[in-house]
T-cell receptor
């Protein structure tokens, strides 16, 4: 069975400062890992995907995530937060049609 | 390119009334289709998925049902809504054999 933990339910940063959203997964195999972003009352948009080709994955809007097998982590980072980054972020572990979502982290960006 | 549509965008229904939410995908054929529910302040819960016309798998027992009458059409239904059915319903699709899912804009359902 898979599970996904997002360690922070809410993260608040100032505009222009780095963003770190943490994700840990538990799985008996190496799953595909995703980060999705959801703006209020909108659908989910894929930010990036890890599939074992490279441990550092670059996504859209300046986000990237690093897969660390030893730590079973897939943390999302961005060097400089923008006001438009304020949203809910979901870490997902998947194998085939089995998609397991983390509980989400709400990112607030302060001016 | 592929696009996914959901309607209605918002819906307010009384308890005990029926429900029909529709999802359609354009620009691809034979997609896998999914229905998720997102309750307030909670993560996403997979309700149903389909790998082909008439093929529906249910993940959570409830008073909801799903149907796939056409290749790119996925419908979520209920005969009698409960208050607990309120939430944000998301449809998603993926290519066969690919685990990357693409989500629709969602339907906000409020049961009063």
């Amino acid at each position: 069975a898979q599970s996904v933990t997002q360690l922070d339910s809410h993260v608040s940063v100032s505009e222009g400062t780095p963003v770190l959203l943490r994700c840990n997964y538990s799985s008996s195999y190496s799953p595909s890992l995703f980060w999705y972003v959801q703006h209020p009352n909108k659908g989910l948009q894929l930010l990036l995907k890890y599939t074992s080709a490279a441990t550092l994955v670059k996504g859209i809007n300046g986000f990237e995530a690093e897969f660390k097998k030893s730590e079973t982590s897939f943390h999302l980072t961005k060097p400089s937060a923008h006001m438009s980054d304020a949203a809910e972020y979901f870490c997902v572990a998947a194998r085939g049609q089995n998609f397991v979502f983390g509980p989400g982290t709400r990112l607030s960006v302060l001016p | 390119s592929q696009t996914i549509h959901q309607w209605p965008a918002t819906l307010v229904q009384p308890v005990g009334s029926p429900l029909s939410l529709e999802c359609t995908v354009e620009g691809t054929s034979n997609p896998n289709l999914y229905w998720y529910r997102q309750a307030a302040g909670r993560g996403l819960q997979l309700l149903f998925y389909s790998v082909g016309i008439g093929q529906i798998s249910s993940e959570v027992p409830q008073n909801l049902s799903a149907s796939r009458p056409q290749d790119r059409q996925f419908i979520l239904s209920s005969k009698k809504l409960l208050l607990s059915d309120s939430g944000f319903y998301l449809c998603a699709w993926s290519w066969q054999g690919n685990d990357e899912q693409y989500f629709g804009p969602g339907t906000r359902l409020t049961v009063t």
